[in-house]
């Protein structure tokens, strides 16, 4: 198993920056595939971003050019930093591990990120 906890949300104006980190509680190494998914509210959870053992990265459309990823195995750590964040941003945004083999998914509680107009 591993614990993943959220940090980094808040309260941003529009065109603004903010990083989120998910801090895991074993090595990440061998984890298949990190990520960022979010929820608004009334709305499924969406994929954001991912970046997989070997360091491809997978993007949404909506933030492609806009968010960056990063896996820091050393660190245990995988962030998102966002920029220019628009008033569609808003959400919980939640950290995710992935094992494929078998198919194993674990989810942090989530941070929220607010875009004030």
């Known amino acids: 198993q591993v614990q993943l906890v959220e940090s980094g949300g808040g309260l941003v104006q529009a065109g603004g920056s903010l990083r989120l980190s998910c801090a895991a509680s074993r090595s990440i190494f061998s984890i298949n595939a990190m990520g960022w998914y979010r929820q608004a509210p009334g709305k499924q959870r969406e994929l954001v971003a991912t970046v997989a053992r070997g360091g491809f990265r997978n993007y949404a459309d909506s933030v492609k050019g806009r968010f960056t990823i990063s896996r820091n195995s050393a660190k245990n750590t995988v962030d998102l930093q966002m920029n220019r964040l628009t008033p569609e941003d808003p959400a919980f945004y939640y950290c995710?591990?992935?094992?494929?083999?078998?198919?194993?998914?674990?989810w942090g509680q989530g941070t929220q990120v607010t875009v004030s107009s």
């Open positions: 995710n591990a992935r094992y494929v083999n078998p198919l194993v998914d674990y």
